[in-house]
């Protein structure tokens, strides 16, 4: 098992950040709280390795040692105040190094004032609706027409030969890079969950509920992700993929979205 | 009359009814704990068959062989059958055989609801396997069914009510026999503190089935009404809100995970001492760590719903007692390492599985601890990260444990010792197996898979493909456990002594091998070398 550990440890070093195939670590993300949450996961993960080489060290340790085959008689004690005492509270020391910064990173996360852009988003048995708030710029984000006639049973088309099969979408979510974008979450039908890994997001669109998030994306680029909460047959075909651009080419793709004044009725409900 | 019913006394004490009878009518515990074992084998492989179809569509990108339909009600299927079906009863089964016999109490203190108790489960496994073959299906909404998804079920929602509702009765039952047994029938020196671990964790289970059974059989019963009677519970139509039912559903979630784990504990408490030839570390520390652990599963519920939308303030909450369940649990595994430090050690299949459950089950908890640092489980929530965590506990956990006591007390059971070199097979093959399957997922989860997908982006094919072949070894290593024991079971192998062991402690070596069909008619002495403690 620490042969495991020290693979994936070793895994971890060699491969942070590396590309798609035998990935293997959350990705760093481009908001500074995907960031801060990557640091928060690693942090953790290096007080588990630590933790684990002290502990399976000790029990490996005495695997090799006290064993009946080479002779020893087993000693007689069964208790020790002390040790007891000395691994109750080390453990409770560890867990408050871990939660204050956790708790941090949280206060910030939940702090949603003053954003720049608010998109209402709205699950849909099985595709997303984006709502730009104060804009007449709303549509629905569904699969991608490539992945979708392959993905069914017998289709004869291969996945591989695909491009970004199943996490590709007609309408991306775009949103300019270096501004506050707040999302609206909420459901038309069943519990669904909006999760872009590269953002750090993960909220669940419930019906009846407006949930609130948001995001401030540093760099451009195509970014994806999946609804994570099971929503019923196609929950798995329900991709997320947000276009983060230059706030001037934001602009340019606003004004040709907009809508004439008398919105149609999908945007009014929307909004 | 009074002959015959001073004949019908002298009676009781004859062997076992002929053919069915003996099943149907079972009161004997030793009987009933059989009937327990060997339904949640069958039902083992009943939900490992759902999950050889799981990773056989999850072996390759590309649906092969079911539609995403039918994906889903496999994974629902495997978690309800494993949960409720497998894991749940073969604890009971062992609580049923050895709680009496580690007492010192010649039977199970209401031996006719110990046999109610029992043939409930058939009922309900085949009201709740039946579905399959119902229009629109099993249910598919996941084994938490949540709402409003799970009133999309077809006509199989009834029925998925139902049979739970007879599987939470069930367990009731089985608990209130189980409670009051280990209350009221202790050999006469065994005080409470002076009780073996195994049955200290199910005194506790117990009461944890007690409390949450009835809250999973009230939310699944405003489910059925919301479907069926115009309440509104969960929907938001009418003014319902479906995040009360994750939250009562979880209130009996969390209790429940340690319900499918607490009796391992003590299970792993019994093995460990036997085979490093030396006491158990700190029991009564072991008992407190098992009562701060169920105290504590009553408030981390939440910590399955971070992403729900909870006010800061109860996402602190919900952490800071998440990680304080990782310090009683932590207390037990040291007190594990503590018993073995110094000890004499030898190495038979009940120890191999104890130790891997030692291994393995840390690492499940690591994940745990990782689990509860809320931002980063806002990435891992429904990942395979969750996945991969959960199985590390309840498969190398649970599972293990429920291994470790089968090869640790079927000597006893039958009278005969399993194939030694068999069972370490067995082992190895489950171990390495267990890691194929279930490493990978950490890693595919924090890459960015969902869970409960039929299928997947390319970029995740390759760790599929590992956990997939990883799962079919798994799951072909099974059918060397059915040979072990079946042999074991057909009277084959080499006679087991009365202790079995290298002198292990505990009342149940005390009584011949096979246990004789009655045993403790009148309450044994405790020697003192017995003293646990």
């Known amino acids: ?271 | 009359m009074s002959t015959a019913v001073a004949d019908a006394h002298i009676d009781e004490h004859h062997g076992p009814d002929k053919g069915i009878r003996r099943w149907l009518f079972a009161t004997n515990h030793k009987d009933i704990g059989t009937m327990y074992l060997v339904f949640s084998l069958t039902m083992f492989f009943v939900g490992g068959t759902m999950a050889m179809v799981i990773r056989s569509e999850l072996l390759t990108p590309g649906l092969q062989f079911v539609n995403p339909e039918f994906f889903n009600q496999m994974t629902t299927m495997h978690a309800l059958v494993m949960i409720f079906g497998a894991i749940m009863p073969a604890f009971v089964g062992l609580a049923n055989w050895m709680v009496p016999l580690m007492i010192g109490a010649p039977d199970m203190a209401l031996p006719r609801m110990n046999n109610w108790s029992f043939w409930i489960l058939p009922a309900a496994f085949t009201i709740l396997l039946s579905t399959l073959f119902m229009p629109g299906g099993a249910p598919a909404g996941g084994w938490t069914m949540y709402p409003p998804l799970i009133l999309q079920t077809g006509d199989a929602f009834p029925f998925l009510i139902f049979s739970i509702h007879l599987m939470g009765l069930s367990s009731i039952m089985g608990a209130i026999n189980i409670i009051v047994t280990i209350i009221n029938m202790r050999a006469p020196d065994m005080s409470l503190l002076k009780m073996p671990m195994f049955v200290w964790s199910w005194l506790i289970t117990a009461y944890l089935l007690i409390a949450v059974m009835p809250v999973l059989a009230g939310a699944v019963t405003m489910l059925l009404t919301d479907q069926f009677f115009g309440t509104s519970f969960f929907l938001a139509a009418g003014g319902g809100d479906p995040v009360m039912y994750q939250h009562i559903f979880w209130f009996f979630g969390h209790p429940e995970v340690y319900i499918m784990i607490l009796p391992a504990f003590g299970i792993v408490s019994e093995v460990i001492p036997t085979f490093a030839r030396k006491p158990l570390f700190g029991h009564d520390s072991m008992v407190y760590a098992l009562s701060a652990i169920a105290f504590l599963s009553f408030i981390v519920w939440a910590h399955h719903m971070f992403t729900v939308g909870m006010p800061l303030t109860g996402q602190l909450f919900f952490m800071f007692a998440t990680m304080l369940i990782a310090v009683p649990t932590g207390v037990k595994i040291f007190n594990w390492t503590a018993t073995m430090w110094r000890g004499a050690m030898t190495f038979e299949t009940p120890m191999l599985f104890a130790l891997a459950f030692l291994f393995l089950f840390s690492i499940g908890g690591f994940s745990g601890v990782m689990t509860a640092v809320v931002p980063a489980d806002i990435q891992y929530q429904d990942s395979y990260f969750v996945v991969a965590h959960f199985h590390y506990v309840l498969v190398p956990g649970a599972l293990f444990g429920i291994l470790a006591a089968v090869y640790y007390w079927l000597p006893k059971w039958t009278g005969r010792m399993y194939n030694e070199k068999l069972g370490k097979l067995h082992f190895w093959l489950t171990t390495i197996f267990v890691n194929v399957t279930f490493f990978p997922m950490h890693f595919l989860g924090l890459a960015g898979m969902p869970r409960r997908i039929p299928d997947y982006a390319t970029q995740f094919a390759d760790f599929n493909f590992v956990a997939s072949i990883g799962a079919f070894g798994f799951g072909l290593a099974q059918l060397l456990f059915v040979y072990v024991v079946v042999t074991c079971i057909r009277g084959r192998g080499e006679p087991a002594t009365s202790t079995v062991w290298d002198n292990p402690k505990g009342l149940e070596w005390t009584v011949p091998s096979p246990a004789p069909y009655h045993t403790f008619e009148t309450p044994p002495k405790i020697p003192s070398a017995q003293a646990f403690s």
């Not at chain 1, 939660?99 to 608010?118: H, Q, Y």
């Not at chain 1, 983060?244 to 929307?270: G, H, I």
Request: glycine share 8%; proline share 6%.
């Open chain 1, 1 to 271: 098992m620490i042969r495991r550990l020290s693979l994936c440890v070793t895994g971890l070093l060699v491969a942070t950040g590396a590309g798609a195939d035998w990935a293997i670590n959350m990705p760093r993300g481009v908001t500074e709280l995907s960031a801060e949450t990557y640091d928060l996961h690693m942090m953790v993960f290096y007080w588990c390795v630590g933790i684990a080489i002290v502990v399976f060290g000790a029990m490996i340790f005495t695997l090799v040692r006290h064993r009946k085959s080479r002779g020893v008689t087993p000693a007689k004690f069964s208790h020790s105040m002390a040790a007891e005492v000395t691994w109750t509270i080390i453990p409770i020391i560890i867990l408050l190094l871990m939660v204050v910064p956790a708790a941090e990173t949280m206060i910030k996360i939940e702090d949603s004032r003053e954003p720049g852009l608010t998109v209402v988003v709205t699950g849909y048995q099985w595709k997303w609706h984006y709502a730009y708030q104060g804009e007449n710029v709303s549509y629905y984000s569904t699969l991608a027409r490539a992945s979708n006639e392959a993905r069914h049973k017998g289709s004869g088309i291969d996945p591989g030969s695909v491009e970004n099969y199943l996490l590709d979408v007609d309408n991306p979510l775009v949103v300019p890079r270096g501004t506050k974008v707040r999302l609206l979450l909420t459901s038309n039908d069943v519990v669904h969950s909006w999760w872009l890994p590269d953002l750090s997001i993960k909220k669940d669109a419930i019906p009846g509920f407006m949930n609130e998030t948001w995001f401030q994306a540093e760099e451009t680029g195509v970014f994806r992700g999946q609804c994570a909460e099971l929503c019923g047959m196609d929950h798995g075909y329900m991709p997320i993929v947000v276009e983060v651009v230059e706030p001037d080419a934001f602009k340019a793709w606003m004004d040709s979205e907009r809508e004439p004044p008398p919105a149609d009725l999908t945007t009014s409900n929307a909004r």
